[in-house]
């Protein structure tokens, strides 16, 4: 099945510094998404991006999907984007139809004030 | 809208008892997934449904646990005679029907103990 590698596995940060995480993928998908795990275990989507680039205010992603990887930016971190974040892909298994996501073991960030 | 719920948010239970979890998906989304995460085996897939059909129950890790789905809609997982390593937290999504690969949109999750 494919493997989802997440880097780095834990990020310090001051507030206000930006960083970038990456996801790779060991084979081709129809569904990437990247999740931001809060304290409360609630995943909450950020980012539907098989392909391209997308923004959302200080985030934004980035996934080049011939090459098997995709990349998320924070910028100007602030203390309520600690927690963990997933990546998660999602192969074309049913002839067409969703398949379930597989999650790589996500990078635990923690932003200092 | 309202998002994806699930109950009981919490349930402690005693080894060898039966457990039921249930899902309510977002109105209208016709594919339901389960899955957990557990420390030691991170989020995991168990079983995924297409209305009320289940075409991938690859994840499920015994003939203790199975699922169902009813008028498309909610869905019940129910672990039978629980060990301590079901202990978890299982996470129901729900994503709308269309083209390949729809956003997944995860409930809050029901956080099982067993002791």
């Known amino acids: 099945g494919i493997q989802v590698e997440q880097s780095p596995p834990d990020l310090i940060l001051q507030e206000g510094a930006n960083s970038t995480l990456r996801c790779n993928f060991s084979?081709?998908?129809?569904?990437l998404q990247w999740f931001h795990q809060n304290p409360w275990g609630q995943l909450i989507n950020l980012f539907y991006i098989p392909s391209g680039t997308k923004q959302n205010g200080r985030l934004s992603a980035t996934t080049v999907a011939t090459e098997r990887y995709s990349l998320l930016y924070i910028s100007s971190s602030q203390t309520t984007d600690s927690g963990v974040y997933f990546c998660a892909v999602g192969g074309d298994y049913y002839g067409g139809s969703q398949g379930n996501l597989i999650f790589g073991k996500g990078t635990k960030l923690s932003v200092k004030p | 809208g309202a998002g994806v719920s699930q109950s009981p948010s919490n349930k402690v239970t005693e080894k060898g008892k039966d457990v039921e979890l249930r899902c309510d998906p977002i109105s209208g989304h016709t594919a339901l997934y389960w899955y957990r995460q557990s420390l030691g085996q991170g989020l995991e897939f168990l079983i995924y449904?297409?209305?009320?059909?289940?075409?991938?129950k690859s994840g499920l890790p015994s003939d203790r646990f199975s699922a169902e789905r009813t008028g498309g809609s909610v869905s019940t997982l129910t672990i039978q005679r629980t060990q301590q390593e079901d202990s978890a937290v299982y996470l129901c999504?729900?994503?709308?029907?269309?083209?390949?690969?729809?956003?997944?949109?995860f409930g809050p999750g029901t956080r099982l103990l067993v002791l």
């Open positions: 084979d081709s998908v129809n569904n």
């Open positions: 449904f297409q209305g009320n059909s289940a075409p991938d």
């Open positions: 999504a729900s994503s709308p029907p269309g083209r390949r690969g729809e956003t997944q949109y």
